[in-house]
């Protein structure tokens, strides 16, 4: 994923003047990758800098496809919800090295969860995630009051969960063994407004090419755009 652009973008449009914070994501010598304490630290020092107590729930509400490379343009291809979270299971590790997630039925829901091998209660981190993948699912679909069913955090709840609420309009837990979001199935037939089934072809293909030569196993937060 394209950290790094995510929060150049972000400071830009919130006119922050922060350049350690960029520095903060340098690969180390010998990787092409940055770290998941790289990344930690970069939102923690944002979020001093610029005096915003969520700034993952603020980073996630401004996410956008071209952040996560050709995962993301691929999943916008899909024809629905359904195909796109298949396509992000699938290619997650063209995005992030890790444990990954586990996509599930439970009942009437489909749950996406991360279990915490590589997912260490990070508030900013985990906050990120859950709003940018609720981003992209309006955005795919127009429909911008779209909500999931239930969201579960690893860390403790905030002494004030109203921006969380506002935003996600669901049921929110704390204290969680593992980071999770919960759909209904519905949701899943929803049609996407950018599906191109020829286009999602051949970046399937790519992608598909891209995971082939990815070392099998690394705990690497991947920053760069493939």
């Known amino acids: 994923a394209d950290v790094t652009g995510l929060l150049t973008a972000f400071m830009q449009e919130r006119d922050i003047s922060a350049p350690e914070v960029l520095q903060k994501l340098a690969f180390e010598k010998g990787k092409t990758a940055v770290t998941y304490q790289q990344w930690w630290d970069a939102l923690a020092l944002l979020g001093e800098i610029s005096n915003i107590e969520h700034i993952g729930l603020e980073l996630g509400k401004c996410f956008t496809p071209e952040y996560s490379g050709i995962v993301g343009y691929l999943s916008l291809s899909a024809t629905n919800l359904k195909e796109a979270a298949t396509y992000f299971e699938q290619f997650q590790h063209l995005l992030a090295g890790g444990t990954g997630a586990k996509i599930e039925h439970r009942g009437n829901t489909i749950c996406c969860q991360w279990l915490p091998a590589y997912c260490s209660a990070n508030k900013d981190s985990d906050e990120t995630l859950i709003?940018?993948?609720?981003?992209?699912?309006?955005?795919?679909?127009?429909?911008?009051?779209?909500?999931?069913?239930?969201?579960?955090?690893?860390?403790?709840?905030?002494?004030?969960?109203?921006?969380?609420?506002?935003?996600?309009?669901?049921?929110?837990a704390f204290n969680c063994s593992a980071l999770f979001i919960e759909v209904p199935i519905a949701l899943g037939d929803i049609s996407s407004t950018t599906s191109n089934p020829a286009l999602g072809a051949i970046l399937q293909q790519q992608a598909q090419s891209m995971l082939n030569v990815l070392p099998s196993s690394s705990n690497d937060l991947i920053a760069n755009v493939r």
């Open 131 to 172: 709003s940018a993948l609720v981003s992209f699912a309006r955005l795919v679909t127009g429909k911008n009051d779209l909500s999931p069913t239930k969201i579960g955090f690893m860390h403790p709840q905030p002494i004030n969960i109203d921006q969380h609420n506002d935003f996600f309009c669901c049921e929110i």
